[in-house]
């Protein structure tokens, strides 16, 4: 993980926020690289979820809502973790992750991870997790309002909206990617746990009775999608199905990457949740709002609360484990080479394109084969600059999947050479051939 901290702010993926200032703890910024490469991650979800299918449908909702929505959810009362505070340092700790850590079988032989000591704790307190603020300008009478601690409330008060207005029928889904926020205590892990961060939730609503099939269908289709369509590695990924249900849900597990490090369990930490959580959330939005959001089968002349089907991904811990993934260092010629094998349709950068000197109408023909690429909506990079290793070197710490030189043949005969990050095999092919050789190898 240092390692891949190190390389991330080195090229440009994530930077520390704040950090002139020394840094904000648990929060970070995406550079040039990481937030191409977190679009990339993001796309390729709503292409799965949203543009691949007809019964699902995209939404956007704000991420201030109305304070009842929070109640009716459960996150006032249920969005707790109980801490703990040391009366010598006072650090706080979650007291599961405390003991978890230490060791220690109760919080009265627990020391003290910040200063040593060793029993010296105040009474476990419940802490709710929600970032409040206030809406309007005066702020004695303020209105308390939640920043959203997850998308999918934004989603259940919006089900008739979009099931009207696409005029969708049951079983289907509404898709959401967007900001959530928590005030975690358990602080670390770069990009794993933060306090603001990216979901991308799925809420799929179905008739009552049909939703353990429904889970089960998810589930698989939930892991094909990082291991075929994000490329992680199977041996990496596991499932761990929840044995302690959260208030909302009757059957729940996680999709696993192993990330190692302290990252969650022994490395293994969760990406994404799959949950079915039951009519609990539209019962009680239609409880605590007043309204009906019962649907209509027009068939069956039924009327019904649908199950919900849930499926939860962060967008942040799928691009850290797209990264964890990705790094490799190996020995070539005598020296460490680095290298991010990021699947080429992920990547930030789809190509580096080289003329091999700064001279004989090299340049310009590398800048108007960057430009082709550019125009058909391939990222590049052009780089006349130090020795040709070089250059291929830094692409491969970057994670670009392809080097394109321009060298004294290419204005000979018109090829040019193609090298392929991973294998750092060489080939070559016409100038002209480049883009479609590209485009056939990124999609
Ligand atoms: N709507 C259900 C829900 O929010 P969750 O398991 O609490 O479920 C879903 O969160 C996903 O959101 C997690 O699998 C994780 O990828 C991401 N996530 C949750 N808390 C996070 C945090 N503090 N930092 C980064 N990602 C987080």
């Known amino acids: 993980m240092d390692k891949l901290v190190s390389l991330s702010k080195r090229r440009g993926y994530v930077f520390q926020s704040s950090e002139i200032y020394g840094g904000t703890g648990s929060v970070w910024d995406y550079g040039p690289l990481g937030v191409e490469l977190k679009r990339n991650v993001k796309e390729a979800w709503w292409r799965a979820m949203v543009h691949m299918r007809d019964d699902i449908e995209g939404l956007d909702a704000a991420i201030l809502m109305h304070p009842r929505v929070w109640e009716a959810s459960g996150h006032v009362e249920n969005f707790t973790d109980p801490l703990v505070e040391c009366r010598n340092c006072h650090r706080r700790f979650r007291v599961d992750i405390l003991l978890a850590e230490t060791g ?100 799929f609503f179905v008739k009552p009775g049909t939703d353990g099939e429904w889970f089960e269908r998810w589930r698989e289709l939930r892991w094909k999608w990082h291991q075929e369509t994000i490329g992680l590695a199977a041996d990496r990924l596991r499932y761990h199905p ?60 039924e009327r019904y609360l649908p199950y919900i089907i849930e499926t939860s991904a962060g967008a942040d811990r799928v691009t850290l484990a797209v990264l964890a993934n990705a790094y490799r260092e190996e020995e070539v010629e005598g020296e460490v080479r680095t290298v991010l094998s990021i699947k080429p349709s992920l990547a930030p950068l789809k190509a580096g394109v080289f003329p091999l000197v700064k001279k004989d109408g090299m340049p310009e023909r590398a800048t108007q084969i960057h430009e082709d690429l550019r125009a058909r909506g391939i990222p590049s990079f052009y780089d006349e600059s130090g020795a040709i290793g070089r250059r291929y070197r830094r692409q491969d710490e970057a994670g670009t999947p392809f080097g394109i030189t321009v060298d004294g043949e290419t204005m000979a005969d018109g090829t040019v050479t193609v090298r392929e990050r991973d294998t750092m095999q060489q080939t070559r092919i016409s100038q002209d051939e480049v883009v479609r050789y590209l485009e056939e190898r990124i999609r």
Request: hydrophobic content about 35%; aromatic content about 12%; charged content about 25%.
């Open 104 to 203: 220690a079988a109760d919080l009265e032989h627990a020391q003290c991870p910040s200063c040593g000591k060793s029993g010296q704790w105040t009474e476990p307190r419940q802490f709710n997790l929600m970032f409040k603020t206030q809406k309007g300008a005066a702020e004695d009478s303020a209105d308390v309002i939640y920043l959203r601690p997850e998308t999918a409330q934004g989603i259940y008060v919006n089900f008739l909206n979009v099931q009207q207005s696409a005029r969708q029928k049951i079983p289907f889904g509404i898709a959401q990617i967007g900001k959530a926020f928590r005030n975690e205590i358990t602080p670390g892990n770069f990009t794993f746990r933060t306090l603001e961060f990216e979901q991308m939730e799925m809420q």
């Open 242 to 301: 929840h044995e302690k249900l959260a208030h909302y849900a009757s059957a729940a597990g996680d999709v696993e990457f192993f990330f190692g490090g302290t990252i969650g369990d022994e490395g293994w930490g969760e990406i994404e949740g799959i949950h079915n959580r039951t009519d609990f959330d539209l019962g009680r939005h239609q409880e605590y709002s007043g309204k009906k959001l019962q649907y209509v089968d027009p068939q069956a002349n």
